[in-house]
């Protein structure tokens, strides 16, 4: 045999012995194999520091509530 018709024929077998894979059963869904990941430690300061700023932001706007409260009640 030839080498140019080795290298064809050697893929033409291997593309035959290859298959499609069983369809899933219906009645048993697949088990996740992975579980979710940890939250790591950079994730859980950044987490912290969005909470402080969301508090931040909460007293300033409080605060600012307040004051213009104040500024209504001493212009009446």
Do not use: G, H, W
Not at 6 to 23: E, V
Not at 43 to 53: G, I, L, S, V
């Amino acid at each position: 045999m030839s080498r140019a018709l080795l290298l064809p024929f050697a893929l033409a077998t291997l593309l035959t012995a290859c298959s499609d894979p069983a369809p899933p059963n219906p009645e048993r869904p697949p088990v996740p194999k992975a579980s979710p990941a940890p939250a790591s430690p950079i994730t859980a300061t950044a987490n912290a520091y969005k909470d402080a700023a969301r508090e931040a932001v909460d007293a300033t706007q409080a605060q600012a509530a307040e004051q213009a409260r104040a500024a209504e009640q001493a212009a009446q």
